[in-house]
């Protein structure tokens, strides 16, 4: 059972950044896809951004192209969120979730494995 733990998360003003960090808890982390995801208040979870096992494959939100950057370290077992120019609407509760099939998905579906969520609050 494979286990993700987000951190990073906080409270900052709009134009701000935060980044956020997931680390996994198995060897075979380096073999997973890895998004996040977030849910903002009285929404549903909504895709962010998803990188596929190697680094590639990377797929960003409409909303949040352009100012959100995921990466990865395998050698860390560690997937990072770099969230820039931060907005009031990227307020919500961001997950982290493992897929063991490898490629990037846009789709909750094609993960295995989720996060308990850090909170980011934007203040406007």
């Known amino acids: 059972q494979v286990q993700v733990v987000e951190s990073g998360g906080g409270s900052v003003q709009a134009g701000g950044s935060l980044r956020l960090s997931c680390a996994g808890s198995?060897?075979?982390?380096?073999?997973?896809?890895m998004g996040w995801f977030r849910q903002a208040p009285g929404k549903e979870r909504e895709f962010v951004a998803a990188?596929?096992?190697?680094?590639?494959?990377?797929y960003y939100a409409d909303s949040v192209k352009g100012r959100f950057t995921i990466s990865r370290d395998n050698a860390k077992n560690t997937v990072f969120l770099q969230m820039n120019s931060l907005k009031h609407e990227d307020t919500a509760i961001y997950y982290c979730?493992?897929?063991?099939?490898?490629?990037?998905?846009?789709?909750?579906?094609?993960?295995?494995?989720w996060g308990q969520g850090t909170q980011v609050t934007v203040s406007s």
């Open positions: 198995e060897r075979t982390f380096s073999t997973y896809a």
């Open positions: 979730a493992a897929g063991r099939y490898g490629y990037a998905s846009r789709l909750e579906s094609g993960y295995d494995y």
């Open positions: 990188i596929r096992w190697n680094g590639g494959g990377i």
